[in-house]
């Protein structure tokens, strides 16, 4: 999505199920530049909540220069992506809530961790080391983070030779990427939070260098129990 969509809002899982959906429908022009949106009554019927949780998401809407109110008048769309779409782009990454994106890392990526310890060459895991030494060199750059955190997830699909796994993975980066919650899930990356998690991957990265399967899976798993306790306790 477009970096100028800034997030500085901290939403209910509810409001951000609405964000999501009505964000891909703007964002795969359903809803199309300038084209006004249905009411609040009607985008409440349709999508089964109360119209003050559509009233929240069109305020967050609004406020990312995504949709403008008219008084009198409704609500007109006026995001326009200046990004070309990806290869792969798809309706299902645009449509995975924040919670099915946290379900799928917790299928995927215990598996492929043990994959990749296995699997991996000398020459991938030293290009890993490469990148676990440039995320320690971003400080308070998050979106340089998230990019970093993406290249070693990515490096860890690919040891684990297993083209379709490492596909899934792409998905579920892509679906993160996509979305409007890329930046509201990612409100939380503080200075103090961005090192407790370079040390986090500092430590995963270990485990896999020395082929401690084991170690590696634990850790793994006990990242992502942090991370839905951290969605948890935004929602």
Known sequence: MTSQIIATHSVGATVQT???RLFAKIRSEEYSLNTRLPSERALASEM???????REALDVLEDCNVIKRRPGSGSFVTYRSEDVPQQGDSSVAMETSPLDHLVVRGILEPEMVRLAVINMTPREVWELEQLMSKIEGVHTDVAAFVKCEEEIYRKIAEGTRNPLLASCYNLAIEACRVSLRTTLLRRHLTPKRIL?????????FNAIASRDVERAVEFIKLHLLEEQKLFFRDN
């Open 18 to 20: 609405v964000l999501d």
């Open 48 to 54: 089964g909540v109360a119209r003050n949780t559509v």
């Open 196 to 204: 407790e998690y370079q040390q986090r991957y500092n430590s995963l």
